[in-house]
């Protein structure tokens, strides 16, 4: 079966600017979660989405938000780029989330100039 | 607030030598605990998870309360094990998962 899919592999945007990225999990999961991955903070948890509701949310300013549509798909949006949100943006997929693999994608490698 | 340390950031075995890969962590209540593993250019992905008590690839890892550690181990460490392990913990029936920082093994002839 088709892993997690997320797009575009990478982005390149300038300070100030928004940025939108997708998810894809796997067929028949429900639950969607995002991490943030920088060599100084290491893995963090962005929020996660469970049948169209945020359940989980990381300690993240408002500026990073997401939503997921009926079909699991998810996007999370960061408004105002800065410089220091520039990371590999991961998104991981599971059947319920709560007790259950969750199963990651490539990432979204984002650079902020 | 949950928390995991992974103290080493390289680990450099020779092939063949026993591997263990160092994981504490910090919670108050019962935690679910998990090793994840990346190879090169490839995702992230679960290697083993402490509740199905399972060997995968031939690691180990034991959960010890009393030490709040999920060491992962290897007794002969082959070149394929060459990779990223991260410990990561999972807080009652939360989602979420707290990673460590992670470690590097690299293994060598």
């Known amino acids: 079966k088709a892993g997690v899919t997320q797009t575009p592999r990478y982005l390149i945007k300038t300070r100030g600017q928004q940025v939108t990225l997708s998810c894809s999990p796997i067929s028949g999961h429900r639950s969607v979660s995002w991490y943030q991955q920088t060599p100084g903070q290491g893995l963090q948890f962005l929020f996660e989405y469970f049948s169209e509701t945020q359940r989980n949310k990381g300690n993240f300013p408002g500026r990073f938000s997401g939503r997921q549509f009926s079909n699991s798909r998810s996007e999370m949006n960061v408004s105002t780029l800065e410089l220091g949100d520039s990371a590999l943006y991961l998104c991981a997929s599971s059947l319920s989330g709560d007790d259950t693999e969750a199963f990651f994608g490539q990432g979204t490698r984002l650079t902020v100039v | 607030a949950q928390r995991v340390t992974q103290p080493e950031k390289l680990l450099s075995v020779f092939k063949g030598a026993p591997v263990e890969l160092k994981c504490n962590y910090s919670?108050?209540?019962?935690?679910?605990l998990f090793w994840y593993v990346q190879y090169s250019r490839q995702r992230l992905q679960l290697l083993l998870r402490h509740i199905s008590r399972e060997s995968i690839k031939g690691f180990t890892a034991d959960l010890n309360k009393g030490e709040t550690s999920f060491h992962l181990k290897k007794p002969f460490a082959q070149e394929e094990d060459s990779a990223m392990y991260y410990c990561?913990?999972?807080?009652?029936?939360?989602?979420?998962?707290?990673f460590g920082t992670g470690t590097r093994l690299q293994v060598t002839l």
């Open positions: 919670y108050s209540g019962s935690p679910e």
């Open positions: 990561a913990l999972r807080a009652g029936t939360a989602s979420k998962l707290t």
